[in-house]
């Protein structure tokens, strides 16, 4: 028979269980999102990861556990998207903290794509948000009535993985995610390098006289070497239509000559582009997530061997997978919440 | 009639005036050495910049002033060399010393070429010096017996061009020493970025598929913009033998095709990784010193034509020329001997 206090251990074993073990939910590629990586303890916070498609949203404990994780659709674009997407954050608060009784967060991280002007808190654009010159972080802490951590979506969840994922031996490091595009964050001498948010553009450095970009520019790395450039360039030449990059690189792996150009071709560019990188800033790691990274075809040995011949007395960084994968964007959100307090 | 009060202050208005007006040397492509910049306030110090062919030395001042700048030559390469050198700067030294009884040095500033662990002060191999792991900076401390700095010319160049010179009112700035070869120099956020002594590299940071450079890597920027090379690749197409890189661009502004075709291809190579630079570092400026600077040929104007013509929607950095000449390299190893006190 259970006595009152066995119950309570029970009841107390039961919340450690679930707190132990986050939701399992899966990225777009299918994958499970990465358990959490350790935050640490830290004020409890609420932290939004916004996305064309989904928002993911969780609730962080004052010993860094998540909680509650979850991915729900993002409004519709629209002119008053800014205020819609707000009031469904706060919306998405109020569960979590309805669910999480205990937990009363000091303060929210929100990360968004696009062009962001972290510095005074505004979306400044974002193709497939429609936004322009949104002043979001205003809006989201007179929504919460708490301090909000306003930032971009990648850049953040680079920095996530120089805290807490493959990158953090590293106090000299690159984080690549190489999905749609390619958008890099610089870690040096331990502290993120940003010039203001320009910095760590590698997916828009030219590396080739072509083809054009999607930006304008000619030659960019995310033009030839990113996921989405590979699958494209794949139907351009065959005229096959394919899901991803995933694809392509099975189709190279069974002998298709086309697809084997086409990822020759990525593979090359993104040796070069490492290069420069090698060159210039010699890092001590290049670490690399996002789709391509899990899209098989031997990504890192490849990339270790094309480096190698393309330098010379220079002192080759370690090629590292990222650890958060698509949980990068919402730890890198607590993260900066937590850093407000 | 000259009272002894007259003859001492006219005494004292021409050891002014020898202070106030820096000896003139010529560098090696003939230009006047450039006026001391202000070092300002600090320890009086001994510096010397060491190259293939010759030795810069002078003393400097309380004040920050260079006294008795001369040029004098490089003892011949051969087993010995580090050990002769070293007896070399210790007689300049003297001279220097003898010449200017007030100024008592606390400190030596010694930069030399090739590639340099500063850290251990250690001269790891420089092929124009023929030393391989010359503990220079061991040598130098106990013949000078004062501390000493011990750096990399270059880069050293670079970090004074960065505090007293064109890079100044950058924070985040690259300095690109265009000659013989391409040095660069990173300041980020205010404070060199060495990553051990690996980063800067920027002359050997690949930039097409050819040709094969002297470093062992293929299609490294140096290999194709420095003004060594674009003399080499003139003469190579043309069999016409030519002083340097201003020879060639003087051609090429009279209609000669191939030296057009080599100054076009030097500028696209150059525009061309100052673009991946912006892109990944987005500094403020990039500084350009060294013989190409001052070859003529508009190079500024060209580049920041085509470095806009390479990117959309990026930030470009100011383009500006370096300001200390031949001067960086001394004002350097002044500034670091002075770290020491």
């Not at 000559?257 to 090698?278: F, G, H, K, P």
């Not at 010699?282 to 011949?309: C, H, K, M, N, W």
């Amino acid at each position: 028979m259970m006595t009152s206090a066995d119950r309570e251990t029970a009841s107390h074993d039961a919340a450690e269980a679930a707190r132990a073990v986050p939701d399992v939910v899966t990225d777009a590629s299918g994958d499970p999102l990465a358990q959490a990586a350790e935050l640490g303890a830290g004020a409890p916070v609420l932290a939004f990861d916004v996305g064309g498609t989904d928002i993911k949203s969780a609730l962080f404990d004052a010993d860094g556990a998540m909680l509650g994780l979850r991915r729900t659709p993002t409004p519709e674009p629209g002119a008053d998207l800014p205020v819609r997407l707000v009031a469904r954050l706060v919306e998405l608060g109020a569960q979590l903290r309805e669910e999480h009784p205990g937990v009363d967060p000091v303060a929210v991280g929100l990360v968004v794509p696009g062009i962001v002007d972290e510095v005074a808190g505004v979306g400044v654009f974002a193709s497939n948000m429609g936004w322009r010159d949104a002043p979001i972080r205003a809006l989201a802490e007179e929504a919460f009535g708490l301090p909000v951590a306003f930032d971009h979506d990648v850049r953040t969840g680079g920095w996530a993985e120089h805290v807490l994922g493959g990158a953090r031996p590293y106090p000299d490091s690159i984080v690549l995610i190489i999905g749609t595009g390619i958008a890099g964050a610089l870690l040096l001498g331990g502290v993120p390098f940003t010039s203001g948010g320009y910095a760590g553009e590698v997916g828009h450095s030219p590396v080739a006289d072509e083809p054009v970009c999607a930006c304008g520019a000619r030659g960019c790395l995310e033009a030839i070497a990113s996921a989405g450039a590979i699958a494209r360039r794949y139907t351009a030449r065959t005229g096959v239509p394919v899901e991803g990059a995933k694809e392509v690189i099975a189709f190279a792996g069974a002998g298709d000559e086309a697809a084997a150009a086409v990822w020759d071709e990525a593979l090359d560019a993104l040796a070069l582009s490492i290069a420069q990188l090698t060159a210039v800033i010699a890092p001590q790691a290049v670490v690399i997530g996002g789709g391509l990274s899990r899209a098989g075809g031997a990504l890192f040995d490849e990339l270790r061997t094309r480096l190698r011949a393309r330098l010379s007395f220079h002192r080759l960084p370690e090629l590292v997978p990222a650890q958060l994968l698509g949980n990068a964007g919402i730890l890198g959100a607590a993260l900066r919440a937590r850093s407000l307090g």
